[in-house]
C-alpha cells in the first residue's frame, strides 16, 4: 500500500509560481511511474503531467507545457509539480497519483488546493 500526501499549494497572483510536493509513506516511489492530475470546480480530473520511474517526462498537457515541469527525487520519495507563469485558469485541487505500471493510477494523494488570483 502506498499512501501519497501533496502539499505546497496555496494562493498566488497570476503570474506567479508554487512547487507542489507529493510524499510517499509506506514504501518507496521509485517502483511507480507517477503523474499530477488536477480537477477544477465543476470539470473533469485531468491529467497534467507523467514521469516514469526512471525519471522520463512522458507527458504533459497542452495546457501547461512551457510553464509545468514534473521531476522526481527517488531517494527522497518524492515527486514535484513546478508551476510558473500560473493562470487563473490553473485554479484546482492537484493530486499526485501512483500507477504500478499498468497504466492504470492505484493510488492518490488526499489533494492540494492551488488557487490563482487574476
Known amino acids: 500500500q502506498v499512501q501519497l500526501v501533496e502539499s505546497g499549494g496555496g494562493l498566488v497572483q497570476a503570474g506567479g509560481s508554487l512547487r507542489l510536493s507529493c510524499a510517499a509513506s509506506g514504501r518507496t516511489l521509485s517502483s511507480y511511474n507517477m503523474g499530477w492530475f488536477r480537477q477544477a470546480p465543476g470539470k473533469e480530473r485531468e491529467l497534467i503531467a507523467r514521469i516514469t520511474r526512471s525519471g522520463i517526462t512522458t507527458y504533459l498537457a497542452d495546457s501547461v507545457k512551457g510553464r509545468f515541469t514534473i521531476s522526481r527525487d527517488n531517494a527522497k520519495i518524492t515527486v514535484y509539480l513546478q508551476m510558473n507563469s500560473l493562470k487563473f485558469e490553473d485554479t484546482a485541487v492537484y493530486y499526485c497519483?501512483?500507477?504500478?505500471?499498468?497504466?492504470?493510477?492505484?493510488?492518490w494523494g488526499q489533494g492540494t488546493q492551488v488557487t490563482v488570483s487574476s
Open positions: 497519483s501512483a500507477d504500478p505500471g499498468q497504466g492504470q493510477y492505484a493510488y
